[in-house]
């Protein structure tokens, strides 16, 4: 398996936006979905959302998320992002990167995927 490595996060205030950037090191980058988690502070991590191989399905943890986080794929660039929109406070969090060659199903509802990146803190002041 190779490696995942996210970029982008950062401190942002309340009602802001930021994007995540994953990048993702081996050629068959098509062959996975892509998804993205997050841990808040003291809480469990939680499903953000999920793209399929070529980016025309997405699916996200709530109605919530739908509303505000985007996901898209640019398999040229081998690289996944959430845009993050109307940030709130309750969004800070350490975000993960994450992929595995099944999209439908619940795996990626129960976190149980292949491959997961580093992390990248996201910190929304109110």
């Known amino acids: 398996q190779g490696q995942l490595v996210e970029s982008g996060g950062g401190a942002v205030q309340s009602g802001g936006s930021l994007r995540l950037s994953c990048a993702a090191s081996?050629?068959?980058?098509?062959?996975?979905?892509m998804g993205w988690f997050r841990q808040p502070p003291g809480k469990e991590r939680e499903f953000v959302a999920a793209s399929s191989w070529t980016g025309d399905d997405t699916m996200y943890g709530d109605d919530d998320l739908k509303g505000r986080f985007t996901i898209f794929r640019d398999n040229a660039k081998n690289t996944v992002y959430l845009q993050m929109n109307t940030l709130k406070p309750e969004d800070t969090a350490v975000y993960y990167c994450a992929a595995d060659t099944a999209y439908y199903g619940s795996k990626w509802y129960t976190g149980d995927v292949e491959v997961w990146g580093q992390g990248t803190l996201v910190t929304v002041s109110s």
């Open positions: 081996w050629r068959t980058f098509g062959d996975y979905a």
